[in-house]
């Protein structure tokens, strides 16, 4: 779906902005964590934050190879490690990776990419 209306609105030329301009390079990334966060309200909005926020956050800038994927860390799939895998066919594996982060150590975690989902690539 998400790949659907990206190409319709990259087949769209009447807008020549930089948003519209720059739709056919958007990529898709998931990052699948549990942890314990905090809120706080700053004027009208709710800030998050807290150790495992940093953590997603980091993960978002990581040096994977690959542009689309959904990477779950060590600490979900041991919660829901049965969950996790259903849903992805066998020719789709997992890929381990570690990130090592100076102010936080260690992150273990699984990747999967979604290369298989874009369609006329």
């Known amino acids: ?3 659907d209306v990206l190409r319709k609105l990259v087949s ?3 807008c020549q902005c930089g948003a519209c301009s720059s739709l056919a390079n958007l990529d898709l990334k998931f990052i699948i964590h549990i942890g314990k966060i ?3 309200m700053i004027k009208n909005y709710c800030k998050l934050y807290g150790l495992d926020i940093i953590i997603a956050h980091r993960l978002l800038k990581n040096s994977l190879s690959i542009n689309e994927y959904a990477l779950f860390t060590n600490k979900i799939i041991q919660k829901y490690s049965k969950k996790v895998k259903v849903g992805f ?3 789709e594996s997992f890929v381990q990776e570690t990130f090592y ?3 936080i150590g260690e992150i273990k975690c699984s990747y999967l990419s979604l290369r298989a989902l874009v369609t006329n690539q």
Do not use: A, H, L
Request: no cysteine.
């Open 101 to 103: 982060y100076d102010t």
């Open 89 to 91: 066919t066998k020719n």
């Open 1 to 3: 779906m998400f790949y």
């Open 12 to 14: 769209n030329k009447n």
């Open 38 to 40: 905090g809120t706080i």
